[in-house]
T-cell receptor, first 116, second 108 residues
Framework: EAQVTQNPRYLITVTGKKLTVTCSQN?????MSWYRQDPGLGLRQIYY???????DKGDVPEGYKVSRKEKRNFPLILESPSPNQTSLYFC???????????????FGNGTRLTVT | GQNIDQPTEMTATEGAIVQINCTYQ??????LFWYQQHAGEAPTFLSY????GLEEKGRFSSFLSRSKGYSYLLLKELQMKDSASYLC?????????FGGGTRVLVKP
């Protein structure tokens, strides 16, 4: 089944403890992206990747890192999480840049992160 | 940059029609998407408009007016399962910007 898989679904951690949220897609998509979703603010892009070894900042990159060593994987790393990073996170992928109707985004099921 | 505006919440009755409006201000606009998101789930793609006019897909239709910077999503013959958030997203260059989403509550 074609899908985007992210883990874990739920994560509670403490301030400053490094964590990684994994994301993997099995559709051979070139484009991958991370979003955070907060009430009233919608989906905001954190980082995106146009292809392997090509990553770029989105609208809210501060406090996050990503890597794209393989086409299928795009982990999100929080080196020193803080409470303002408590949010719902979505990984998404698309065939190419998702700005055309032939390449809509496919989203993972989300990771609800709480930082205390 | 882009600015995408849509209402926060709408309520409608089962079997009725609801229209969700979305306005955008953007330079280099090259298309508008609608996604559906049920509570606690991932967004899923509904429609894409790049040309002016109405695109119909079963009970759902999406309209775009590029000159007015305006789109709407029309949901007909509402069903309880249509209760969800509907996200408008504008495409410009390599960037996709989402609005805050409109939560639609369908009542019996």
């Amino acid at each position: 089944e074609a899908q985007v898989t992210q883990n874990p679904r739920y994560l509670i951690t403490v301030t400053g403890k490094k964590l990684t949220v994994t994301c993997s897609q099995n559709m051979n998509h070139e484009y991958m992206s991370w979003y955070r979703q907060d009430p009233g603010l919608g989906l905001r892009q954190i980082y995106y990747s146009m292809n392997v070894e090509a990553t770029d900042k989105g609208d809210v990159p501060e406090g996050y890192k990503v890597s794209r060593k393989e086409k299928r994987n795009f982990p999100l790393i929080l080196e020193s999480p803080s409470p303002n990073q408590t949010s719902l996170y979505f990984c998404a992928s698309s065939l190419v840049v998702p700005t055309g109707g032939h390449s809509p985004l496919h989203f993972g099921n989300g990771t609800r992160l709480t930082v205390t | 940059g882009q600015n995408i505006d849509q209402p926060t919440e709408m309520t409608a009755t089962e079997g009725a029609i609801v229209q969700i409006n979305c306005t955008y201000q953007t330079s280099g606009f090259n298309g508008l998407f609608w996604y559906q998101q049920h509570a606690g789930e991932a967004p899923t793609f509904l429609s894409y408009n790049v040309l002016d006019g109405l695109e119909e897909k079963g009970r759902f239709s999406s309209f775009l007016s590029r000159s007015k910077g305006y789109s709407y999503l029309l949901l007909k013959e509402l069903q309880m399962k249509d209760s969800a958030s509907y996200l408008c997203a504008g495409a410009a260059g390599n960037k996709l910007t989402f609005g805050g989403g409109t939560r639609v509550l369908v009542k019996p």
